[in-house]
């Protein structure tokens, strides 16, 4: 955070000079001195952001794929006139613990076309499924999956 606010300051006055710099610096410590001391900003916290960074680009790989195969199959129920979609409504719990890792499965779930996430009260989710197929699984989805091993690591590296 340090080093961005650093950049946004060097940025904002639009040329580099010892005296920028060294200004800069300063209130850039400033800065992260205030947000430790009155927003519950933690560097300990932030370092755990970077640790998770590779858990996040995988999920948000595994993310965008889903996302191709839900298209392909919504588009199949759709253009299909045989095929009759059968709306459902799925409840289902998890082992989630962080708000953070059910925030990122409810909007996976409501990104996945197909699929929008009603509500979710404590551990349990309510999803509105276009076809009882797409819902199938959705328990033990590779979100899930992908949701608890990066909680796990998280607090393997807390400890």
């Known amino acids: 955070m340090f080093f961005l606010i650093f950049v946004v300051w060097l940025i904002l006055n639009g ?8 200004f800069g610096v300063v209130i850039s410590a400033a ?3 205030f947000m ?8 300990k ?3 755990l952001l970077f640790r998770l960074t590779p858990f996040l680009l995988r999920y948000f790989w595994v993310l965008v794929e889903e996302i191709v195969k ?3 199959c919504v588009m199949k129920i759709l253009l299909s006139p045989a095929m009759q ?8 719990d998890t082992k989630l613990k962080s708000g953070l890792a059910k925030v990122l499965l409810a909007n996976s779930i409501t990104l996945t076309p197909g699929t929008i996430t009603i509500s979710v009260e404590g551990t349990r989710f309510c999803v509105h499924c276009l076809d009882r197929e797409l819902a199938d699984g959705m328990e033990t989805s590779v979100f899930v999956k992908l949701l608890e091993e990066m909680e796990a690591k998280e607090a393997q590296w807390r400890c």
């Open 45 to 47: 916290k932030e370092l």
């Open 70 to 72: 839900a298209n392909v």
């Open 31 to 33: 800065l992260i001195f």
């Open 85 to 92: 979609p059968e709306p459902a409504l799925v409840y289902f």
């Open 15 to 22: 040329r580099v000079t010892v005296e920028i710099c060294l």
């Open 36 to 43: 430790c001391r009155f927003m519950d900003y933690s560097i």
